[in-house]
């Protein structure tokens, strides 16, 4: 019997995820020697900050070398409940925040803890790649609802409100978003707030892994800290984004205590508390201070603009203005159709891989994020790359009639 025939059919059913596929291909193509601009993965190119590193040696030489409690250390919960003070305006103990390998594992964990087979979760289009794969791992099902690119790609409250039923468990959503980068305003998650106000039954995710990247004037808002549904919100978040700790692994959720602990039983039979020198480097990151965060934001605002205005030169392409994160998300539907006389462009997917066989420009298909006329290119690269792709993007595109 094949080995493909022995798989559970969770795992049949499962696609891979199309970030890391596109960043394996990519690296395939570099080790064969190709000038491959790799633009797929969204990963910062900083180095995490020294002094969040010297906490890291510090804890191997202080013997942090056992098992962890399961829901992470009590300093690194107490750092993560003052940081949510500070930043966030929420206020949970400790006890109510378990932390994990990293926020995807976080946003796995709750959804598998909350989620029954056939419960509906609504996700805002268009979204990060996993949510809906974790959503069919729990059986769920996936109620997607598009966000238009008049509106900067966001969901309104009445499209919200629309796709409730019965069934309806949770609804997620990240803010900064990934990949269009479009923050939630407070008036907008207030009335998104205000309707699940109403459903007492319907609990939200909020993804803020992006939180430290948002260029917008009034700054990020959490919906956790509104008091009328602070039991009904999930708060996410981690390291990896903002203090560029993509491999570190650490992530956290921050929740009433009965989603903790289911959380927390979770993780006790499948992971165990998460890499102890990790969590000692993330204390130190969540207890601040935040100038190199800040600094790095300031090299993604300058990024965004350089791509931003170079991917608008370029025929065909209809690009939002992103207020966070670090992706530009281009409509580039306009070359569905076209061919450059062997390769007819067909969809999103045919234009990502035309691109890194032609251009060795590596993006993402908008596919798999729920916008199959978009591209993620990410913008966490050196200036002169980024230069350098925009310019083979649009010398490539001028080939297809
Ligand atoms: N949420 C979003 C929106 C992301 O883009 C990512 C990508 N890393 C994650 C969660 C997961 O973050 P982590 O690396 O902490 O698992
Ligand atoms: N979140 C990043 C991305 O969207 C990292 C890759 C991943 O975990 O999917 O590219």
Redesign the pocket.
Known sequence: MSSIVSLADRINALEE?A??GMTKKARELAALGHKVISL????PDFKTPKHICDAAKKAIDDGFHGYSPVAGYPDLRKAIADKLKRDNNIEWNPENIVVSTGA?HSLANVISTLVNPGEEVIIFAPY???YSEMVKLAEGTSVIVDGAFDNNFKVTPEQFEAAITPKTKLVMFASPN?PTGSVYTEAELRAIGAIVAKHPNIFVMADEIYEYINFTEAGHFSIGSIPEIKDQVITVNGVAKGHAM?GWRIGFIAAAKWIADGVEKLQGQVTSGTNSIAQKAATVAFNGPLDEAYKMKEAYLRRRDLVVGLLREIEGFKVNMPDGAFYAFPDVSYYFGKSDGTTTIKDSDDFSMWLLAEAFVATVAGTSFGAPDCVRI?TAAADEQLVEACARIKNSVAKLK
Do not use: R
């Open positions: 995820s970030t890391l797929s993965v969204g990963e995807k990060w790649v996993s990934n993509t990410s």
